[in-house]
């Protein structure tokens, strides 16, 4: 690269992109121009189209009219397969990796230039070699599932590039790691734009735009309002162009001293095995009052998984006691339990069914009571009024209520969960990765109903590798580590250090 950056025709050129899905515009005549060697991140509200123009790029849609042209040539991609043959590649967030087989396997698998016959000498070589030189450590032979999430996005990354991606695109990667992981990640992609690969980042948190983007582009429901240098940027001017208003979001946080009341979760000594049958929960004892919001704050991997599911009852322990109290009576959790909130840590996976429509989703919780049903049948009036009650408070945006929930932006799908949730959280409301894939406002409003939710008189139980999250919102906390609970701290005595030592695994941080 002889020339200056600025005076590089750029390497990717998006004009006039539009794409609308029915009646909904979801991209507006989009131009884009990403240089050779940038790191360009895409910000916007829930819904706004990064997703769109991401999957446009990536030849998972096609849009309806407008240009992409890539190194000077005009580009039609009609799959993923075609993008990667043109040099871009995307790293969703649901990563493709599958989990029972190795690094090497999946690095190797369903790519022309594998070798139809190899031996497992000859593959995980051969997958050595593509680690070593994009320089990203991962064991060959480890399998997927044994690997931390941070791990599997690195193979998700070289699997990407080992295809001769020129153009990487990453939706939303953050959201999924811990802040040191996402530090390793942000060297990762510094060293791919120093080499010259261009890379599309996605994320909802400023800050994180702030520090890794060259340039960020700003969509606000589907239009281009501006392109302008990460150096040039403040959280305001970000905000203002995102949601146009210039009232700054307040940030949430608590709102005097709790009233806690009786216990409505009870968890003593209770142990369990992982879904592999690993021993994944270590004698956990556990509170949680009426009226506060108690906080477990961990890496994930460490138990929070299982101990979410055993206290919603869609996982029993192997030994020990989970107790919860709802209309007066206390006893183990029942899934699906009137009173009870839940918020699960994968949306699509728990809480979600894709394929039927925002409407259903909405009222899941609810369309077995009276008010929603008969012996016999639904009431579809109620229903509809319901939903439209759940979409209203969770500010969903959706253009049509009966089209499958799958369709809405994942922050949206986000809003709809979080809102049906608090509504029949009556007593108790376990809320994990609650503001996972949310943009700044509806973070600050899922956060609100949840300190609602407590002034009210519910317990809530959040966990969240959030650290920032956990300390803001919680009257109390704990750190989960290893199927452990360490550590136990109120409101006034949060300590970060230790609190970080904690889930580095360094007990003695406990204190006495
Ligand atoms: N397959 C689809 N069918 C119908 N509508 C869709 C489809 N995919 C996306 N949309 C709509 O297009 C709009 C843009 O969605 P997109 O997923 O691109 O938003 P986003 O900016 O990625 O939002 P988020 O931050 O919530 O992930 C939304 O209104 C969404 O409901
Ligand atoms: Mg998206």
Redesign the pocket.
Known sequence: MSESADRQPPFVLVEGLTKT?DQ?V?LDHVNLDLKEGEIHALL?E???????LSNILAGIYRADSGDVMIGGELVHFRSPADAIAGGVGMVHQHFQLVPSMTVAENLMMGWEQSPRVFSMSDLKERSAAIIEEYDLPVDPGARIFDLSVGKQQRVEIVRTLARGAQLLILDEPTAVLTPEETEELFEVLRRLAAGGRTVIFIS?KLNEVLSIADRITI?RSGKHMATIPGANATVDRLAQLMTGSETPIEAVSQTGPAKAGEAVLTVRDLHALSSRGLPALRGVDLTVRSGEIVGIAGVSGNGQTELAEIIVGIRAGTSGQVLVTTEGTTQPPTPGQIGIGHIPEDRMEHALVGVASTTRNAVTRRYRTAELSTKTRLRWGPIREYAQEVIKDGRV?V?EVDAPVA??????QQRLVATREAKVADEFLLAVHPTF?L?VQATAEVRQTLQDKRNAGAGVLLISEDLDEVLAMSDRLVVMYGGEVLGGFTRGEFDRDRIGLLMGGHREAAGE
């Open positions: 899905f909904l979801a916007g829930n819904g706004a189209g990064k997703t769109t909802h969509l945006q253009r369709q809405l932006s994942g922050g949206n894939g943009d």
